[in-house]
């Protein structure tokens, strides 16, 4: 079936790079997305790759997709305090008729000075 | 700009009671999810729907029910609440299926005792 993981913990310095990590299963997935939660807050949609790119670039995010090795990551540029929230990561499923989102468990990534 | 709304940020209830968690969106919306939350799980879809009227099945739908008569209002029923429903509950909305992003609204956190 469809699954979608992440680690669940990153910590990094003020101004340094951020890297999330995700895997998912379903080969036939054409879209992949970030997803920002911000404490107290609902989901909001940060960035998405269609499955024909390898990479993606948006400000100081970048989304980087390896179809055969079912990777994606999301590279944060100069992070900054604003930056902590929960990320996650999803793909389309298809089942029932119907598109939804699989998303992962999500990864709390705390910025310290 | 989209706007999600739930009825309740935070909500306490006690076992067996009927609990009704409400979503609105303003943007006339066709299709609209209920997620609930769990630290290490991620979001799992328990019930959407697509139209008026119409509902479907999520991955996790047991003890849940649902209601749509107006097109911007999507409602969760918990029939009997029971502890392990305490949860963060998420609604979300999307225009339709031809894109997949979701928009979400801030979140019911409930606790049943």
């Known amino acids: 079936g469809e699954d979608v993981e992440q680690s669940l913990f990153l910590s990094v310095r003020e101004g340094d790079s951020s890297v999330i990590n995700c895997t998912y299963t379903?080969?036939?997935?054409?879209?992949l997305y970030w997803y920002k939660q911000e404490p107290g807050a609902g989901l909001q949609l940060l960035t998405y790759?269609?499955?024909?790119?390898d990479m993606k670039q948006d400000q100081r995010l970048t989304v980087l997709l390896n179809k055969k090795d079912k990777h994606l990551s999301l590279r944060i540029a100069d992070t900054q305090t604003g930056d902590s929230a929960i990320y996650f990561c999803?793909?389309?499923?298809?089942?029932?008729?119907?598109?939804?989102?699989?998303f992962g468990a999500g990864t709390r990534l705390a910025v310290h000075p | 700009d989209v706007k999600v709304t739930q009825s309740s940020r935070y909500l306490v209830k006690r076992t067996g009671e009927k609990v009704f968690l409400e979503c609105v969106q303003d943007m006339d919306h066709e299709n609209m999810f209920w997620y609930r939350q769990d630290p290490g799980l991620g979001l799992r879809l328990i019930y959407f729907s697509y139209d008026v009227k119409m509902k479907e099945k999520g991955d996790i739908p047991e003890g849940y029910s649902v209601s749509r008569e107006k097109k911007e209002r999507f409602s969760l029923i918990l029939e009997s609440a029971s502890t392990n429903q305490t949860s963060m509950y998420l609604c979300?909305?999307?225009?339709?299926?031809?894109?997949?992003?979701?928009?979400f609204g801030p979140g019911t956190r409930l606790t049943v005792l």
């Open positions: 979300a909305s999307r225009p339709g299926q031809i894109t997949d992003t979701q928009y």
């Open positions: 790759i269609f499955s024909n790119m």
């Open positions: 999803a793909e389309r499923g298809y089942s029932g008729g119907y598109n939804k989102l699989i």
């Open positions: 379903d080969s036939s997935s054409t879209y």
